[in-house]
């Protein structure tokens, strides 16, 4: 099962761009990488997901390098609203039944 | 719309006692599944249902039963709730098919005295 590699914590100012890094050294080739954060003990909230491609949605970007190790999620204006804990989690499990390892994710305060 | 659907929101056992957390989904997903979360820690699958009528084991299924009672419906019970148990527990549901995302509920906190 691939794992994957946070900072534990970054800082960022509103209305600039944030970009949280992972690593997922030991993907394999049929894995996604799913990001999902979760804003202070609420239940996690799916933001996007991608193979190989860069994908874009009304509330981020993901950008997954081509030899597939590694990721950013960008949220290209930070509000306040998204200080939360954002997870990057590798898909494992079969076609029908996959399951999410949850790490500890990467601790996102957006300063005014 | 509501997704899916948690109850009770919070709940205080004593130890030994037994209790069924409920969770439904109104998105017509085949695959729902149970988490829980300790203070500080991400989130640790105890069991999942691939689609109804389906149950398998997640990381921390001790102490744990489940019920798929349909397609909408996925319990969680506790025959004889410990201290440990303590917990948020979240409750998930999807599509089912290789690449869709997982939807959560707003949990459910437990404290076991």
């Known amino acids: 099962d691939a794992k994957t590699t946070q900072p534990p914590s970054m800082d960022c100012a509103e209305g600039r761009a944030a970009n949280l890094p992972c690593n997922h050294s030991?993907?394999?080739?049929?894995?996604?990488v799913y990001w999902y954060r979760q804003i202070h003990s609420q239940g996690p909230q799916y933001i996007i997901h991608?193979?190989?491609n860069n994908e874009t949605n009304e509330m981020a970007s993901l950008i997954i390098t081509e030899d597939r190790k590694s990721s950013t999620l960008i949220l290209p204006h930070a509000t306040l609203r998204d200080t939360a804990v954002y997870y990057c989690?590798?898909?494992?499990?079969?076609?029908?039944?996959?399951?999410?390892?949850f790490g500890a994710g990467t601790t996102v305060t957006v300063r005014a | 719309n509501a997704g899916v659907t948690q109850t009770p929101k919070f709940q205080v056992l004593k130890t030994g006692q037994s209790m069924t957390l409920q969770c439904a989904q109104d998105?017509?997903?085949?695959?729902m599944y149970w988490y829980r979360q300790d203070p500080g820690m991400g989130l640790r699958l105890i069991y999942y249902s691939a689609s109804e009528g389906t149950t398998d084991k997640g990381e921390v299924p001790n102490g744990y039963n489940v019920s798929r009672l349909n397609k909408r419906e996925f319990s969680l019970r506790l025959e004889s709730a410990a201290p440990s148990q303590t917990s948020v527990y979240f409750c998930?549901?999807?599509?089912?098919?290789?690449?869709?995302?997982?939807?959560f509920g707003d949990g459910t906190r437990l404290s076991i005295l």
């Open positions: 998105m017509n997903h085949n695959s």
């Open positions: 991608g193979l190989k």
């Open positions: 989690i590798v898909r494992v499990g079969g076609s029908n039944d996959y399951k999410l390892s």
């Open positions: 998930a549901s999807s599509i089912g098919n290789s690449n869709q995302p997982q939807h």
């Open positions: 030991t993907i394999s080739g049929n894995e996604y």
